[in-house]
């Protein structure tokens, strides 16, 4: 494969991300509920008045969110299609990947909590 940039391969490739993007979406339920938190997020920004910094740090929360969502779900996805029936390595790679998703949406929740909470009460006084 030639390493030259080429135009025509990069819009190749968007459009195979685009297409997981929205297979993902049909398909996954928590990363339909992780869409609908980042558009709240995103209205709750705007309205309490975000500083650039604090913004940032929400856009970079939501990322670390949906790309967790998107890994797992590429993982139990190809766990299906390697292994369908029980298998002890399966669950735990299963469970393993499910816990970086739980992570990130922690690491997201507090992180929303310490920019959130205090421009909400001042908002509200
Ligand atoms: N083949 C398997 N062998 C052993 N345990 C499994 C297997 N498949 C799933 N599990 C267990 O069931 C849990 C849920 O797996 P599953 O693939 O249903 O994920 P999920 O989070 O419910 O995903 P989704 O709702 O997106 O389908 C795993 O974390 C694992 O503990």
Redesign the pocket.
């Known amino acids: 494969m030639s390493s030259r940039f080429s135009i025509s391969r990069f819009r190749k490739s968007l459009c195979y991300a685009w297409a997981g993007l929205k297979t993902a979406l049909r398909s ?3 990363l339909r509920f992780h869409l609908i938190a980042t558009v709240a997020a995103m209205i709750l920004s705007f309205v309490v008045s975000l500083s650039r910094v604090e913004f940032a740090l929400i856009i970079i929360c939501i990322g670390l969110v949906l790309v967790a969502e998107l890994v797992n ?1 590429a993982i ?1 996805k190809l ?2 299609k390697i ?6 390595q ?2 735990l790679i ?2 393993l990947s ?1 816990a970086a998703v739980l992570l990130a949406a922690i690491t997201a929740f507090i992180c929303g909590l310490i920019i959130f909470l205090p421009r909400i009460f001042s908002f509200l006084s």
Request: hydrophobic share 20%; proline share 6%; net charge negative.
């Open positions: 996954e339920q928590n779900t139990e766990c299906d292994a369908p029936s029980l298998d002890e399966i669950k299963k469970d499910a």
